[in-house]
């Protein structure tokens, strides 16, 4: 991938502002109070339900809220859409709900909205695409019109986490009408910002609720109008914010994130994220990487690649190798007493040798984002031996290929929706889900054992022994916590969250 230098990133700056004032076109900003915010990926869907990219939890939480809400400051839990709550037995939470709450259509919030919620997305035959988010849920039951009573599957202490974060509500009457398709189409939520425009793989325009609650512990927006762009291209993204064409934009790699530091106009803000970066080796029967299957071939992989100098060179600030797969944060992540593979490409052709392959191997490997970091991983596989084909896809599409099993090896990034549990992040590659293109029921049942124990020992040491089997095994390729670049306009005041969350709704002008 080319990037930039700093004089032609300066020049293009001059160029296009000169541009800008010839033809009278209006500075993005502060002039109209609206963010202008691109983004690289457009969302399968704006129903939450039914995204499984960042751009569409980012969108969900600005237009739908949930029960509960995570101070991302004190990671405290308040009061969202219900106001009180509390464990009635270990399967069993009773929420007290929020009163005057209206939905972005005028529909009253109550009891019936929720019970239609949790019971619409627990159904299996309802399709929710991260069923990892949902299948906790047995049934949500109505007991008056602000009081609702729900029951867990098993014991699943993270209850709580989920519902402050990827259990949105939706309008029960307009949803029942609608569907996930209707919702994508024409979205109602009862969130701080509404859907006024919707482009379907082009834009979206988020406009301020002025009905919005008052005592919601999201604050009232001051920021008037949100306009999201959806540009795959990372050099029109970065010519438009040079020109003032766009406000915000993140997941700028390093080396252009420090060129557009040079830039006046603009302000460039990191920090770490609780997304990990990581890479799947397929294993099942039917692969169409069979040389996947030995133990000596993955690990020959993991030892190829330098963490340490990706993380300096190309990653960035914020970010760490991580030895396991999940976020050090989350409950129950740890890499105590996991195999470690240091960077030994002399190692890893010895062992390719032994497996067999002292020649190379051939192996596709694909990716949807950070396309300068999978070049990266590429370079150091040649290096050993490996010669890997690119296939860079959309989301959605990378997902199908491992579901299907016609995956070799994926570089792929897992933020968790957010969530600060393991139950969030290493089950849905390793406890037999779509994706779980391992399948260890040894791993799978450690895993469950962990999600659904009332005892928080029990579940750390389960979760330990799952990470522990996964890395001895060298079922999967733990690279690194992954850093945001974002970059903003100089007038724009925000914070950079760990959750991997712009907040809209808190952000104003200087």
Same mark, same amino acid.
């Given at each position: ?139 949500? &039951? #109505?007991? +008056?019109? @602000? ?10 202490? =993270?209850? %709580? *986490? ?44 988020? &406009? #301020?609720? +002025?009905? @919005? ?10 920021? =008037?109008? %949100? *306009? ?283």
């Amino acid at each position: 991938m080319k990037f930039m230098h700093k004089a032609a990133l300066l020049g293009l700056a001059s160029t296009a502002l000169v541009s800008v004032a010839f033809t009278g076109t209006a500075l993005a900003g502060k002039a109209d109070n609206t963010i202008r915010f691109a983004y690289d990926q457009a969302p399968e869907s704006v129903d939450p339900y039914f995204n499984n990219v960042r751009i569409g939890v980012i969108i969900g939480q600005h237009v739908w809220d949930t029960l509960v809400y995570r101070d991302p400051n004190t990671n405290e839990y308040k009061g969202q859409l219900a106001t009180a709550w509390k464990q009635v037995d270990d399967r069993t939470i009773e929420f007290d709900l929020r009163q005057g709450v209206k939905f972005h259509n005028g529909e009253e919030f109550d009891a019936d909205d929720v019970v239609y919620t949790l019971n619409f997305i627990s159904k299996p035959e309802n399709k929710v695409v991260t069923q990892n988010n949902v299948s906790w849920i047995e049934k949500a &039951e #109505k007991l +008056d019109k @602000y009081k609702v009573r729900l029951t867990t599957k098993e014991v699943f202490p =993270a209850a %709580i *986490e989920y519902l402050a974060g990827p259990i949105v509500m939706h309008p029960n009457e307009y949803y029942e009408k609608v569907g996930p398709k209707g919702q994508n189409d024409r979205p109602v939520g009862s969130g701080p910002y509404k859907v006024t425009n919707y482009v379907p793989g082009k834009s979206i325009t988020l &406009e #301020k609720n +002025d009905q @919005y609650f008052k005592d919601s512990p999201k604050p009232q927006p001051k920021i =008037a109008k %949100i *306009e999201i762009r959806f540009i795959p291209d990372r050099q029109t993204q970065m010519a438009e914010v040079i020109s003032n064409g766009i406000d915000f934009i993140m997941h700028v790699p390093k080396d252009q994130a420090d060129q557009l530091e040079a830039v006046p106009s603009l302000q460039v803000v990191s920090g770490e994220t609780m997304r990990i970066v990581f890479m799947q080796m397929n294993l099942l029967d039917g692969s169409p990487a069979p040389a996947l299957k030995d133990e000596r071939v993955r690990k020959a992989i993991i030892h190829a690649i330098d963490r340490e100098s990706m993380v300096k060179n190309i990653v960035g600030s914020g970010s760490r190798v991580i030895n396991t797969i999940c976020f050090p944060s989350q409950f129950g992540c740890t890499d105590e007493g996991a195999m470690r593979y240091p960077y030994d490409p002399a190692k890893a052709k010895q062992l390719l040798a032994e497996a067999g392959y002292a020649n190379g191997l051939n192996l596709d490997i694909l990716a949807y984002r950070e396309r300068n970091q999978t070049e990266a991983l590429i370079g150091y596989l040649q290096a050993v031996g490996i010669k890997t084909n690119l296939r860079f896809l959309q989301y959605a599409a990378m997902r199908e290929q491992v579901a299907s099993n016609k995956a070799m090896l994926t570089h792929q990034t897992w933020g968790s929706f957010s969530v600060n549990d393991v139950s969030a992040s290493t089950p849905n590659y390793f406890a037999f889900r779509s994706e779980d293109i391992t399948r260890d029921s040894q791993v799978r049942d450690l895993l469950m054992k962990g999600n659904t124990s009332v005892d928080p020992q029990v579940r750390k040491d389960s979760y330990k022994g799952a990470l522990k089997l996964i890395a001895d095994k060298a079922y999967a390729v733990p690279l690194y916590s992954l850093p945001v670049y974002y970059v903003a306009t100089s007038d724009l005041s925000f914070k950079a969250y760990p959750d991997e969350l712009p907040r809209f709704w808190e952000m104003t002008w200087k």
